[in-house]
């Protein structure tokens, strides 16, 4: 759909680091691959300084987790 945005923004505060914005904003503290990606200059640090903005890509969950094959237990 045209006109739709593909990616929300983040003004980071105190404490925000990557596995907590990928469990606030995709349910999973493991989905990092995304954010990392819409953001590679501040990728490389664990703990975001407070006041950077940054993209959060809008992605339907199948990007994010595959469909397990039938009779295959998650955990």
Same mark, same amino acid.
């Given at each position: 759909? +045209?006109?739709? @945005? +593909?990616?929300? +923004?983040?003004? /980071?505060? $105190?404490? &925000? %680091?990557? &596995? =907590?914005? $990928?469990?606030?904003?995709?349910? *999973? #503290?493991?989905? !990092?691959? #995304?954010?990392?990606? @819409?953001?590679? %200059?501040? @990728? $490389?640090? @664990? /703990?975001? *300084?407070?006041? !950077? +903005? =940054? !993209?959060?890509?809008?992605?339907? %969950?199948? *990007? !994010?987790?595959? &469909?397990?094959?039938?009779?295959? *237990?998650?955990?």
């Amino acid at each position: 759909m +045209t006109g739709q @945005a +593909t990616c929300l +923004t983040h003004r /980071t505060t $105190a404490g &925000d %680091r990557w &596995d =907590l914005l $990928a469990l606030r904003y995709y349910g *999973e #503290p493991l989905h !990092l691959g #995304p954010l990392l990606r @819409a953001n590679p %200059r501040h @990728a $490389a640090k @664990a /703990t975001l *300084e407070e006041g !950077l +903005t =940054l !993209l959060i890509p809008i992605i339907q %969950r199948s *990007e !994010l987790m595959p &469909d397990l094959p039938s009779g295959v *237990e998650w955990r």
